[in-house]
């Protein structure tokens, strides 16, 4: 079997190969293997669950803030006749979605109501999922009841 070449040296007049770039010392309290901080400038990382969260929630905000006024106009429309804006008598949806932009920028407690509707209605029945799941929970751990013995 042949024996791997060797490299030549190089000609005389190549200029030599420069030493390696020199690394700064490390912090005085780094330890090898520790994991790295993160940047400074580096966005803060979110947990999956609460992005979910976050996610569900903004959802069931803006629904409340632009489908659900679109939403009531409609249904009031239908039964309670046309929605009237000032002077005009057959205002459209995008009056009353006016006016209820600017209840909540006033602070009207009704319009917050109608607007955070739809995120209370996902807590409400998150909270009842995990009430009938801890009653459940609840009755898989607890023994069956013994029937008494009569006396003789």
Known sequence: MPSPPT??????????????????????????????????DAAPRIP??????LLIYGVALLFGLFAVPP????????????YTHGQNLHAGPLALLEDFLTGLLHGSAVFWVVALGPAALVLLVR??????????????????????????
């Open 7 to 40: 490299p030549s040296p190089p000609p005389p007049n190549s200029p030599t190969p420069s030493p390696p770039p020199l690394k700064a010392p490390g912090r005085p309290f780094d330890r090898p293997g520790a994991a790295p901080l993160p940047a400074e």
């Open 48 to 53: 999956p669950r609460v992005r979910r969260e």
């Open 71 to 82: 939403l009531i106009w409609m249904a009031g429309n239908r039964v309670l006749g046309p």
């Open 127 to 152: 909270g009842f999922i995990a009430l009938l799941r801890a009653q459940s929970r609840a009755e898989r751990t607890e023994p069956p009841p013994t029937p008494a013995r009569r006396a003789r």
